[in-house]
C-alpha cells in the first residue's frame, strides 16, 4: 500500500478555506443597512391582519355553523367544510399577494 507524501508548503483544502473566509468583508448593499428597519407599507400589514382574522374565524364558524344546522353533529362532514373554508381563505390570501406584487412591479417599470 502506499500512501501520500505530505508536503508541508502544500496547502490543504481546510487551509483553503480559511484564507478565503478571512478577507475583508464588502460592503453592505445599500438596501440593506445595519440598524435599519424595513419599510412595509400600511395596507400590506392591514391585509396580513385581516386574513390572519379570517383564517381563524372562517373555519372555526364553518365547522360550527355546518355541525349544528347543516350536518346535525356530524363531525367528519363539518370538519371536512372547515378545511375547504381553510383552503379557501389560503388560496385568496395568494392570489391578493400575487396581484399586489404584480401592481408593483408595473410601478417600478413606470418609474424607470
Known sequence: ????????????????????????????????????????????????????????????????LTLNHIYNGNNTFAGATAAVVANIVLIAYVIEALREDDADNKEGKKNR
Do not use: C, N, W
Open 1 to 64: 500500500m502506499t500512501s501520500r507524501r505530505i508536503v508541508s508548503t502544500e496547502k490543504t483544502v481546510l487551509d483553503k478555506d480559511d484564507m478565503s473566509s478571512r478577507g475583508p468583508p464588502g460592503p453592505a448593499p445599500p438596501d440593506i443597512l445595519p440598524g435599519s428597519i424595513p419599510q412595509i407599507s400600511k395596507s400590506v400589514i392591514s391585509k396580513l391582519l385581516a386574513y390572519t382574522i379570517a383564517m381563524i374565524v372562517a373555519p372555526l364558524s364553518a365547522y360550527y
